[in-house]
T-cell receptor, first 113, second 114 residues
Framework: GNSVTQMEGPVTLSEEAFLTINCTYT??????LFWYVQYPGEGLQLLLK?????DKGSNKGFEATYRKETTSFHLEKGSVQVSDSAVYFC????????????FGKGTRLHILP | DVKVTQSSRYLVKRTGEKVFLECVQD?????MFWYRQDPGLGLRLIYF???????EKGDIPEGYSVSREKKERFSLILESASTNQTSMYLC?????????????FGAGSRLTVL
């Protein structure tokens, strides 16, 4: 079945460091891929998405490229801020009618000032 | 601002009690979902619904039921709460028939069962 695997956390970085959070997936066909973020005390919200191979999603300085050949969708940011501290979830949708979305286990990110 | 509203942010219940978690969305979305979130396990899908009065089991439906009598409201029911149902419960909705649909989440309901 479909699945999403992302790197375990917590990840701790200093402010202005470069961030990579790895995400790989297993799916039949051509899923859409997402990154969601959960700030403390809140529900999840969409950070970025990509719907086909080689698409790049971007938002708030974060980027991720849909790599079909490596089945990956790694999240990157060139210079992180303290306000980026949150839990990040990689997810996929397999285009079925029911819109069922499968999430990774989440990666907690701590940014130190 | 569009919203998914969960009726209770924090609940404390006793083992064996019946628990209702309510979720309302104001976006006229067709699909609604209930997830539970646990440390180290991420989000797991309990039930979902893609139409009024329709429901489908997710990955962990045991011990739960749902109700969707109106398009905007999706309720999660714990018939007899147990301590292993202590968790954060997240409701979400999405527009309809497309794999690229984005989920909009509520703020969550943290349930403690004593």
């Amino acid at each position: 079945g479909n699945s999403v695997t992302q790197m375990e956390g917590p990840v701790t970085l200093s402010e202005e460091a470069f961030l990579t959070i790895n995400c790989t997936y297993t799916a039949t066909g051509y899923p859409s891929l997402f990154w969601y973020v959960q700030y403390p005390g809140e529900g999840l919200q969409l950070l970025l998405k990509a719907t086909k191979a080689d698409d790049k999603g971007s938002n708030k300085g974060f980027e991720a490229t849909y790599r079909k050949e490596t089945t990956s969708f790694h999240l990157e940011k060139g210079s992180v801020q303290v306000s980026d501290s949150a839990v990040y979830f990689c997810a996929l949708s397999d285009h079925r009618r029911d819109d069922k979305i499968i999430f990774g286990k989440g990666t907690r990110l701590h940014i130190l000032p | 601002d569009v919203k998914v509203t969960q009726s209770s942010r924090y609940l404390v219940k006793r083992t064996g009690e019946k628990v209702f978690l309510e979720c309302v969305q104001d976006m006229d979305h067709e699909n609604m979902f209930w997830y539970r979130q646990d440390p180290g396990l991420g989000l797991r899908l309990i039930y979902f619904s893609y139409d009024v009065k329709m429901k489908e089991k997710g990955d962990i439906p045991e011990g739960y039921s749902v109700s969707r009598e109106k398009k905007e409201r999706f309720s999660l029911i714990l018939e007899s709460a147990s301590t292993n149902q202590t968790s954060m419960y997240l409701c979400a909705s999405s527009p309809g028939a497309s794999g690229a649909n984005v989920l909009t989440f509520g703020a969550g309901s943290r349930l403690t069962v004593l």
